[in-house]
């Protein structure tokens, strides 16, 4: 499980499945994860039009890289959401729900963008993890 410690402190707005801050220890070790897409292993898109496969495929890329690393969702402390319509949050908070502990949810921000890489894709999605140094996860 993750060093990191968790917090939204008072006086900063409300959160809705994110915190406002995410403190790690210097004796972690950090895992950058690029952004994912709604590809599968051939790198065919996944899903074009349907925000929740598309994310649901993207948190199941981010869960293989991560594992590449011995790191697994418990360890992720930052997401950044990249998505092409605002109005589709309640779905992609929802998918995100089933992946990360939403008790101590990672910090988070969302950028609304005009398009991604290709027409069809709908979400990206990247992470930051910290694992303890003692990690053997495979």
């Known amino acids: 499980m993750t060093p990191a410690r ?3 402190p008072d006086g900063l707005p409300p959160t809705v499945g994110y915190s406002h801050v995410a403190a790690v ?5 950090l895992i950058f994860v690029s952004g994912q897409i709604a590809a599968d292993a051939r790198g065919t898109i996944v899903a074009p039009g349907d925000i929740e496969a598309q994310t649901r495929q ?3 890329n981010l869960e293989r890289a991560l ?7 418990a360890d992720v402390v930052k997401l950044t959401f990249f998505v092409t319509d605002t109005e589709q949050l309640a779905t992609v908070r929802s998918v995100r ?3 990360v502990d939403t008790a101590a949810p ?9 398009g991604l890489v290709h027409p069809d894709l709908l979400i990206e999605v990247d992470a930051v993890a910290a694992c303890g140094p003692e990690s053997t996860r495979q």
Do not use: I, N, T
């Open 6 to 8: 968790f917090s939204s």
């Open 25 to 29: 220890p210097a004796s972690a070790r």
């Open 58 to 60: 993207v948190f199941r």
């Open 67 to 73: 594992a590449a690393e011995g790191a697994a969702w």
């Open 97 to 99: 729900d089933e992946f």
């Open 106 to 114: 990672p910090a988070s921000s969302l950028v609304k963008v005009a």
